[in-house]
């Protein structure tokens, strides 16, 4: 153990090389800094306000994560407007955001504004956040690209005031 601090500290100034080298030459089992492959996700996804008429602006808040030890060629995250929470080629495309070269173990924040169609019928819907939906990224897990959120379209409320 005595040896190992000298390593240990020479190998912050020089480089992890040099503390794997000296191990192995110690018959100690190298240590394997493989670069891992990126994974993206989306975490959470929020929306305002989450009931509204056909034709309004929907505001949303959506985090995504880079898990990866390099850095993450540049992605797009869009937004579908769906009837259930599964995205599949029927939903409405809303929007997109693209994402440039992401740093590292880090989190991206957007705040797409979202305008929901004129001709949307009333009921319940989601709306859907896919990240890297070109496939862009080799990623380690593509399940985790997807969140959603539900949201209500309504009739707008409309006051009317009778008057003699």
Request: aromatic share 14%; hydrophobic share 35%; charged share 10%.
């Amino acid at each position: 153990m005595k040896n190992l601090i000298p390593l240990l500290l020479s190998s912050l100034f020089f480089g992890y090389n040099s503390f794997a080298q000296e191990l192995d030459s110690s018959n100690v089992n190298k240590i394997n800094a493989a670069p891992l492959a990126p994974d993206l996700s989306l975490p959470s996804l929020f929306t305002f306000p989450s009931n509204l008429a056909a034709g309004s602006i929907l505001n949303g808040n959506v985090y995504e994560f880079i898990n990866s030890n390099e850095y993450t060629p540049a992605h797009s995250i869009y937004y579908f407007l769906s009837i259930d929470s599964v995205y599949d080629v029927s939903d409405t495309y809303l929007n997109k955001d693209s994402v440039q070269i992401s740093y590292p173990n880090s989190y991206n924040y957007f705040n797409p504004t979202l305008t929901i169609p004129s001709k949307t019928s009333n009921g319940n819907y989601y709306l859907i956040a896919i990240t890297d939906f070109n496939s862009e990224v080799t990623e380690q897990n593509e399940a985790n690209n997807t969140a959603f959120t539900p949201i209500k379209i309504s009739f707008p409320f409309v006051e009317l005031t009778l008057s003699s």
